[in-house]
């Protein structure tokens, strides 16, 4: 009967899953990346999982190892991330954004079809991002609210070719939706010859959502019996986010000809990534593991939003920001410690390098490396497995850039609290 209660609670948590916003701040991931999140033995590890093959979220982190497994696995949970930044200035006036909750639920399911074939599907938020200030900050020309909001869908395939290698593949389904908000100075625009006029200070909003997919590749080796190493891409999606841009407070009086509801759209493109992991479990009742993460940020060089009539103007037109981020790594390192055949205990350490460089840091996303310090635990409760995790983030400390956001000056100051917690059961 628990089982059974159990297993239908999976199944829920998965349906409330696909209503429940997901989002998260941006103190959370390099860029706006969001690994480390993804599960609560994950968080515990650091996200060093690429190399484990005995748990259910091996559906996203390595579909390879799937094609391993005895049984079939569902795992559900959510991470419950509350981060906090301000911005602190010369004057004292310190502007912070708002501080909130932000939960990020998952889901994974896999099962293994005549001892070598694996079937995977992960359902999650691997990026995401939600920035917010006072409507009324020093930076609000730059950037009031933006959130980044994704659902992956990756169901996946995997083959044992002996038993030292296995090999995966998988598609990755992407829903998302985007909204940003921020000011538009008053400024003198010219309507007829020898003819200008004043606008006041309006606000513009950009509502807009995509559907996109790309792929994954995995692979799995385990050349001894105490070591394993995994390897996974993640190929680039490419974004084309559609919607509309639309206008407040003022409009009215700086000529609502120049600020009409237009349809707007932008591209975002969320990078390709290598996962490369290494774990043993050579030491009595330890598992190590370690996690090599390459990012290929480069790929997000702008944010060029179009307009089929520009703010201010009326008339077709693009406002592009640079944003030049730099491909970057992150080092995960976890360990494991069994004390019983129903406990075991976790912690972890990583270091996250930031994309962003000093001179094209903005106020959408101000951030710099980070680094995150896990403690987990987890309990096997007659075939249940209940796992836990709480994370503390610190960011270095970091200063607006005077080419992106001039006028802007004070030093960025970050952190955050990740609590994380799933249900797993397996049949």
């Known amino acids: 009967m628990f089982r059974f209660v159990t297993q239908r609670f999976l ?4 349906v409330v899953f696909l209503f429940l916003p997901i989002s998260s701040n941006e103190v959370n991931g390099a860029g706006f990346q969001l690994f480390n999140e993804l599960s609560a033995r994950g968080t515990g590890l650091g996200a060093a999982m690429t190399s484990l093959s005995d748990t259910p979220e091996m559906a996203w982190f390595n579909p390879a190892a799937t094609a ?14 509350m981060p906090s930044t301000e911005l602190r200035t010369p004057n004292g006036d310190d502007p ?8 990020i639920p998952y889901f994974y399911a896999a099962t293994t079809l005549r001892d070598k074939i694996g079937l995977g599907l992960s359902i999650n938020a691997p990026y995401g991002l939600t920035t917010e200030w006072d409507r009324d900050w020093p930076g609000r020309f730059f950037a009031v609210k933006t959130e980044l909001r994704t659902v992956f869908f990756t169901p996946s395939i ?7 290698i296995s090999l995966g593949v998988g598609a990755q389904i992407v829903k998302t939706t985007a909204e940003l908000t921020q000011a538009i100075p008053s400024r003198t625009v010219p309507v007829a010859p020898d003819v200008s006029i004043t606008t006041p200070e309006v606000r513009t909003e950009l509502d807009g959502e995509d559907t996109s ?21 993640r190929s680039e999606v490419s974004l084309d986010i559609e ?36 774990s043993t479990t050579y030491f009595k009742n330890w598992l190590l593991t370690f996690d090599y993460l390459w990012t290929w940020w480069s790929s997000y060089d702008e944010l060029a939003i179009h307009y089929e009539k520009a703010p201010g103007t009326g008339v077709p037109g693009t406002i592009t920001k640079p944003k030049n981020w730099s491909d970057d790594y992150a080092l995960r390192f976890g360990a494991e410690y069994t004390v019983n055949e129903a406990l075991k205990l976790r912690g972890s350490y990583v270091y996250d390098r930031s994309p962003i460089s000093d001179t ?7 951030t710099n490396d980070r680094h995150l310090f896990s403690i987990g635990f987890g309990y096997n409760l007659k075939g249940i497995q209940i796992d836990g995790a709480y994370t503390y983030l610190v960011m270095e400390d970091c200063k607006p850039s005077q080419l992106v956001t001039p006028g ?19 049949f």
């Open 11 to 14: 199944i829920a948590l998965a």
């Open 68 to 81: 391993s497994f005895s049984k079939t696995r569902l795992l559900a949970g959510m991470a419950l991330v």
């Open 96 to 103: 912070d954004m708002k501080n909130m909750a932000y939960p």
């Open 158 to 164: 995997s083959y044992r070719v002996n038993p030292y």
């Open 213 to 233: 997919a790309g792929y994954i590749l995995a692979l799995q080796l385990t050349p001894h019996k105490h070591f394993r190493f995994g390897a996974v891409f």
């Open 243 to 278: 919607g509309k841009a639309k206008y407040s407070e003022n409009v009215s009086l700086g000529g609502r000809e120049l600020f009409p509801t237009s349809d707007a759209w932008l591209v975002v493109r969320l990078p390709a990534t290598l996962s490369l992991g290494l």
């Open 360 to 366: 094209f840091r903005d106020a959408i996303l101000p």
């Open 408 to 426: 802007l000056v004070g030093t960025y100051e970050g952190g955050a609290h990740i609590v994380n917690f799933s249900v797993g059961y397996s």
